[in-house]
Each structure stands twice: as structure tokens, then as C-alpha cells.
């Protein structure tokens, strides 16, 4: 029973490079969600789906983008990282807006 | 604006003593509420939810947390802590946005346990 599952789980970067987080799960769910954790903030949503084929921003997406090409996959891009964008990514899923969210065990990522 | 704080940024209890989380929100209308903990390496694990009905609720791991309304506030409790409980400790609320539910976290509780 995977749930919801993220690779790579850690990755260091150079300044200007880029990388695609991928999230998978396995419950068919219809929304995902991408975060970024940072100490002492908390949790804040960069990116989410409520479908298939659809995306929107969140609270602190620039920087980032996002596709939902299929229902079960959400991956995260980068396209130039900066060391601001060092932090730990949890991918994030629930049945539909409301309901409990289930995480992903972070990847971490350091941008230098 | 919706907010979550979470007052306590760090606390240390003894094994068996008992804890209280506190959380206080900010949000126009009833609120759906949830607590998450998060240890170490690991992604966020949901504790317990409020969404209506009796103000106490019950989660996993013997956690408990009551909601009240005039206090603006969904404090988290156990017991007798066990030294497996030392983790951080996520107050979440549910807002409507955009016309869908999304996550507004609180900063975390680190909780440290002696033995």
C-alpha cells in the first residue's frame, strides 16, 4: 500500500540548473497538492490539481511549474533553481477539497 | 485572512506527563480542522480532524483535541506521553478558496520528550 510516493528523495543542485520532482499515488485521488516546507513557516502550497489536465497556483509559486498529465501523477519543475528554492517539497493527495490530505515523505533539495 | 498559530515553537515534556498542543485560528466561518504530526525524515501523518458534531475528537496514537468555537481554538492533548511521541505537531485548518478546500498550516510545535 504505497499511498503517495516522491522521487528522488534528496538532490543537490546547482544555481540555474534544472530538475522535475515527480509525486505518484496510488489512491486515485483527484487533487494533489505540491508544498514546501522551511523552518518555522510551515507548510506553504506552491502548486495544486483538482484533476486531471488541470493546474493552478497556490500561495508561493513563482519559480515553479507544474503538470498533471495523468490523474495519478503530479510532478513539480524547476526551471532555473536559485538557493531560495533550497527547502524539503511534500507532495500531498486527498479524494477531493475537504478531506484529509495524504503526504509523501519530502524530498529534500539544495540549491548552491 | 485565514491564519493558523501555533504559539508554543518548541516544548519538553517527561515521559508520562501529560501534554496540551495549543492552536488558535482565524477564519470567518466553521472550519474544518486537523492535526498533523511529522517526525523526523517522514512526511505529515494526520493525528485526528474536526469537521462537526462533538467538539472532542479522538485520533490515533491516544491523541485528543477539543474544539472551541468561542475560543477560536483546536488544542491538541494526551495523556501520558511516550517517548515515541517526540515529533513536530502540524495545526491545519480547511478554507475555502477559489472553490476548493485548501491547507492553511500553523508553524509546527517541536515536542522533545525526557526520559
Known amino acids: 500500500n504505497a499511498g503517495v510516493t516522491q522521487t528522488p528523495k534528496f538532490r543537490v543542485l546547482k544555481t540555474g540548473q534544472s530538475m522535475t520532482l515527480l509525486c505518484a499515488q496510488d489512491m486515485n485521488h483527484e487533487y494533489m497538492y505540491w508544498y514546501r516546507q522551511d523552518p518555522g513557516m510551515g507548510l506553504r502550497l506552491i502548486h495544486y490539481s483538482v484533476g486531471e489536465g488541470t493546474t493552478a497556483k497556490g500561495e508561493v509559486p513563482d519559480g515553479y511549474n507544474v503538470s498533471r498529465l495523468k490523474k495519478q501523477n503530479f510532478l513539480l519543475g524547476l526551471e532555473s533553481a536559485a538557493p531560495s528554492q533550497t527547502s524539503v517539497y511534500f507532495c500531498?493527495?486527498?479524494?477531493?477539497?475537504?478531506?484529509?490530505?495524504?503526504f509523501g515523505d519530502g524530498t529534500r533539495l539544495s540549491i548552491l | 485572512a485565514q491564519s493558523v498559530t501555533q504559539p508554543d515553537i518548541h516544548i519538553t515534556v517527561s515521559e508520562g506527563a501529560s501534554l496540551e498542543l495549543r492552536c488558535n485560528y482565524s477564519?470567518?466561518?466553521?472550519?474544518?480542522l486537523f492535526w498533523y504530526v511529522q517526525s523526523p525524515g517522514q512526511g505529515l501523518q494526520l493525528l485526528l480532524k474536526?469537521?462537526?458534531?462533538?467538539?472532542l475528537v479522538q485520533g490515533i496514537k491516544g491523541f485528543e483535541a477539543e474544539f472551541k468555537r468561542s475560543q477560536s481554538s483546536f488544542n491538541l492533548r494526551k495523556p501520558s506521553v511516550h517517548w515515541s511521541d517526540a515529533a513536530e505537531y502540524f495545526c491545519?485548518?480547511?478554507?475555502?478558496?477559489?472553490?476548493?478546500?485548501?491547507?492553511?498550516f500553523g508553524a509546527g510545535t517541536r515536542l522533545a520528550v525526557h526520559p
Open positions: 474536526y469537521f462537526s458534531g462533538d467538539t
Open positions: 491545519a485548518v480547511g478554507a475555502s478558496s477559489g472553490g476548493y478546500n485548501k491547507l492553511i
Open positions: 477564519y470567518g466561518a466553521t472550519p474544518y
Open positions: 500531498a493527495s486527498n479524494e477531493r477539497g475537504g478531506q484529509p490530505q495524504h
